[in-house]
């Protein structure tokens, strides 16, 4: 009894549950869940009786709000018809119908002239206010066929009051009004007609309002709606601006064009006609409730025929055989309309991407509903389509690709302007940038300033590689279109929409034809203008080249030296040009021998300053006296490293080298520069050879006499020295030791100029003829050999352009 669980709803606060033991709070806890439950579900009940009871409620709202409409729709027929200028109207024509009456005695019109007064009073009321019905009817969007309808009592109304012998003036004024309206409800009608958002009984429904305006037959309206058709159809092509909508709207006109004439002609437009013949066009309800008319006051006044006048179209004069002439010959005319008006409207689009989305969406269209358009065969027209538009994207690329000449023409205005004459200043990488400089994003602006620097990019050459670069990508916009292109599925995504018989018309697979075919016609274009265009640079640079060959001023030179970096720029760039990565590149127009003439007008800018300045220096060599032979080396002793003036010859090489930028010493510039070197350099090298070899035979001067004489100074004692050479000795001493050294010189020299692997060379001959003349030994020669060559490996890297 301890255990059992009191009513949780007696509790007065929840500390009171707490007061029992744990099993207790246990069992009430279950109570309270219980509760709860119990609780959900009458709830729930409760809430899904309410709503039903509020959808109930909706629905009669919903139902008594129609029903108003209609009541107030009535009622406003009712005040129209019930205006106060109509009662006055009716009551003032009833009082004078009533007095005619008692004056007449009862007697209706008993006089010939009466019944004319009375037609010819209802047939202009009615005539008058027909032009007014047309408008109001036009305006609110009625029926086209109830307009006309009224159009044809016009014109008879019109026809009987022409022929009165006392026909007001109004009455050629009104028919104004009704061609007016009537030239208003034919541009109704075609706007119709060319339209496609709306049903075919519409269309029917303004076809026989057409008929009836115009008393055509049905050949005539089928030629009338396929001639606003074909105008709808070129009038799209026609837009400037977004030419993909208009001509997908275009295909797609052609197409439903054929499929309503198919649904119309001939049966149901000849079932529609056929009904007007029912009975006379005053007869009908709908005519009859244009209140403006007031036929039911006017219809025994208007004469016999408009009352009894029954519209009579040829309904049956159009067969079918004819109808389905008519339709394959407006097909075949209808697409070769609209492929001029796309060939026409592609002429003035040279966007890649949008013409290939057009492509696709065209034949998109053609393939899903092209096999419903009688009369064409859907794999020519296919044919057709791809023919117009691979065309005009050859002819994008093919005009893209000529846009190469930009970089010639800006680079020719450079030069002729004078923008790339101005000297170029090496900077140091480390005084590049400022020490505040821009870090963010990766610090990309700071690593472009260095490498700007490094290659000596400068403002021009930038502008010039930017032409260069957006040339090239906007000829590589090809290469997405072509992968688009490969990847279309086209044989599966319309496998479920076009039959095997439509598979057979197109003859080989779509797959192959526009995955295939056009994408490798398109790169085969590209590759083929791509090379053109490179090759007519080439020309245009070698003519720029020849110009600048024979530059000596230093502006000639700065601009050989722009040319050179903007060839070596677009070369870097060139091998990207490539519409698949396993491609094979581009050959590049900017060969060796197109720069050739470049680097050689650099190479003697730099060469020739410092041959002069080494010759100089050698003859002051010849001259002075020299101790360099206490370091010489070896046994006998020969010379291990180069005299001053050497070091400094090719010192001043490398430094004039990089002052014109280290970024232009490609292999092929050095090697020319090496080439020009060994050409200017034998006949200094020979003069001075020339020079120390008269150094015995001439009069020596007196530094060199002063050296001989040390050598045979006698010793402390006051004997001499027996072992000491005489004079003449010592100067034969001089001469070999300025020669070993001169053809160690030589050897050094041409370490850094020659050219590595030819032997043969000018100073080589020079040094091999030098040596056998001083009958200096094939060992002595070897190992002066090995010390300039060891010399050189210790001193490359103060000379790395050489190098």
Known sequence: MANEAPDPRTFKSWEDAFQYPIPVVRKLEQQLRSNADENREKLRSLVGASYRSLLDTAETIIDMEARMEQVESKLARVGQNCNSRNLERITGNAVKMDTHKRSRGGEWLTTETDLERYTFASQLAVLRNCPVVMTRLMKSGSSYLLIAKVLVISRLLHKALSQSMSKPPIVDQLWERLLSVRRKLLRRIDKCLASTTGDTSTLVESMCAYALATSSTPTDVLQHFHKIRMEKITASLQHGDELAKHGISALRLCIQTCQDTQAIFPRRLAESLAKLKSLPLVKDSEVRGLYELNLDVHDRWIGDEARNYTPWPRHDELQRSEAERILHQWSRQAIAAFLKGIKTALGKDDRLKEVASLRQELIETWILSGSRMAGVKSANVLDDLRDTINSHLESIIRSRTQYLENVVSELTRMLESGTSAKAHTSLSLWSTVPKPADLSNGAQAFKSRILNTHQGRDASVIDIVSTFDKWMDSVLEVKSIAKSMKEARWDDTFADDVGDDDDDDFGDSKQILLSHDDPR????????????????????????????????????????????????????????????????????????????????????????????????????????????????????????????????????????????????????????????????????????????????????????????????????????????????????????????????????????????????????????????????????????????ADYAKKTYLLFALLA
Request: aromatic fraction near 4%; charged fraction near 25%.
């Open 521 to 788: 016609l398109l790169e085969e274009v590209t590759q083929e203008a791509l090379s053109e265009a490179l090759k007519n640079l080439g020309k245009s640079f070698n003519q720029i080249v020849q110009h600048l060959a024979g530059a000596s001023e230093d502006g000639g030179v700065q601009q050989a030296c722009f040319v050179l970096r903007v060839m070596r720029e677009i070369g870097e760039r060139i091998p990207k040009l490539r519409l698949q990565d396993k491609a094979t590149p581009l050959a590049t127009p900017f060969t060796t021998e197109l720069s050739k003439p470049l680097h050689g007008a650099l190479g003697r800018q730099i060469v020739q300053p410092s041959t002069k300045a080494y010759k100089k220096s050698l003859a002051a060599a010849t001259k002075a006296s020299s101790k360099s032979h206490i370091l010489w080396e070896g046994n006998p002793v020969l010379p291990a490293q180069p005299t001053p003036s050497a070091f400094r010859f090719l010192q001043d090489l490398n430094k004039s080298m990089a002052g014109y930028g280290s970024d232009l010493w490609a292999p092929s510039g050095v090697k020319v520069l090496k080439t020009l070197a060994c050409e200017q350099l034998p006949p200094v090298l020979m003069e001075n050879m020339d020079a120390i070899s008269k150094i015995g035979s001439e009069k020596p001067t007196q530094e060199i006499k002063d050296d001989a004489d040390a050598e045979a100074q006698p010793k402390l004692n006051g004997e001499t020295d027996t072992t000491h050479p005489s004079p003449a000795t010592a100067m034969q001493d001089l001469k070999d030791q300025k020669l070993k050294q001169a053809l160690f010189d030589m050897l050094y020299i041409h370490r850094f100029v020659g050219e590595a692997g030819k032997s043969d060379d000018a100073i080589e001959r020079l040094a091999r003829s030098m040596a056998a003349e001083n009958s200096l030994d094939e060992s002595s020669m070897a190992r002066l050999r090995k010390n300039a």
